[in-house]
């Protein structure tokens, strides 16, 4: 089953389409070309827009990769979530505080997966979305976290995180 896109994402859709080149060349050796963009656009405009958080598939613990058995899951979106928290809505200090207590919750539970939903802000820049990687990274929050992952389409996409918490 699939959705149709809403507006904005429409355009963001034609925009990223518009930077996509082939593979293979189709016949001989010229190379595809990108198309050019919008009259007043740069590149670097969209390249700005695009731009997602430093830390897209990021590791709170960087002695090793997220393991392979929790990756593949998460690119299908087949992750078992153990627990939610939505942000929305709340102020930067009421989040961290949710965000902590949720963390805790799930991790005595034994739980694996948190389901972080912050919303995804003006152009994917929300101040939720781009101060969770920092918070989870943080020395109170740290112990509790294994690694994160932005969440498949189906759980939240942009909008959402995979917490994967450690088992101890």
């Not at 694996?112 to 995804?120: A, D, E, F, H, N």
Request: proline share 10%.
């Amino acid at each position: 089953m699939t959705r149709r896109l809403d507006p904005n994402e429409r355009i963001v859709w034609n925009r990223v389409a518009r930077t996509v080149v082939p593979r293979r060349r189709p016949h001989g050796p010229q190379a595809a070309k990108p198309l050019p963009a919008r009259p007043g656009e740069t590149r670097e405009d969209f390249g700005a827009m695009m731009r997602l958080p430093a830390l897209q598939t990021a590791k709170a613990d960087p002695t090793g990769p997220v393991p392979a058995n929790t990756d593949r899951p998460v690119r299908r979106g087949r992750v078992e979530i153990d627990a939610r928290v939505d942000l929305h809505g709340m102020t930067r200090e009421q989040a961290r505080a949710a965000l902590a207590t949720a963390l805790m919750r799930t991790a005595k539970r034994s739980g694996r997966c948190l389901l972080v939903i912050t919303g995804k802000g003006p152009r994917l820049e929300g101040v939720l979305r781009t101060s969770l990687p920092g918070w989870l990274n943080a020395p109170d929050l740290r112990p509790f976290v294994s690694s994160f992952a932005p969440a498949h389409v189906r759980h939240g996409g942009s909008g959402a995180w995979y917490v994967f918490l450690r088992s101890d």
